[in-house]
């Protein structure tokens, strides 16, 4: 093998592994992005809902308060839960009102601990209630005078099927390049 055949395979070489570790930068920023866009509008949806159900927090009616939950769970397809300053689970838009009682307390939870430390908290991790991978926010609402939580959460497979698209682009692209 030739000098030049050797120049060309190293070269060669060195742009592919350059490109892979670009790929893998470009992924987990893009990654690290996508999650505080979803974070973001999550935080956006929890502040509405807080200032939308404040009418029926006030007259305590669980049944008002799970259907208003319930309706803009649908209309932003995600699961909403409210939460008491003790962890216990009020509504979910997932759990039907008279199973409610048989959740778990959630007042080891992350996002839950976050909000009412510092106003706010959110966080990935598999839901029992659910089944799957999600990803939580959660916002403390002070509105009457006593402390609990509001979290707006979606499956984590929404953010990952957004990433292997945006990874199946880069890779074209890299391809492209190449050729």
């Known amino acids: 093998m030739g000098i030049r055949t050797r120049i060309f395979f190293i070269t060669l070489s060195c742009l592919f592994i350059g490109i ?26 929890a502040r509405i809902i807080r200032k939308s159900i404040n ?25 909403i839960t409210i939460i008491s300053n003790t962890g216990k689970v009020l509504v979910d838009s997932d759990v039907d009102a008279i199973n409610i009682d048989s959740l778990e307390n959630h007042s080891d939870r992350a996002e839950i601990i976050s909000a009412f430390a510092s106003g706010d908290g959110s966080g990935k991790r598999f839901s029992s ?23 707006i959460s979606v499956p984590y497979e929404n953010l990952d099927q957004e990433l292997a698209s945006l990874g199946n682009s880069i890779t074209l692209i890299v391809v492209v390049g190449l050729i």
């Open 20 to 45: 892979s570790l670009s790929f893998i930068v470009a992924e987990r920023d893009l990654s690290l992005r996508l999650q505080e866009q979803i974070e973001t509008e999550l935080s956006r949806q």
């Open 55 to 79: 009418e029926s927090l006030k007259s305590n009616d669980l049944i008002l308060i799970k259907s208003q939950v319930d309706e803009y769970a649908k209309a932003s397809d995600s699961r």
């Open 129 to 151: 209630t659910v089944q799957k991978e999600m990803f939580y926010f959660a916002l403390l609402d002070t509105s009457l005078g006593s402390e609990r939580v509001i979290r």
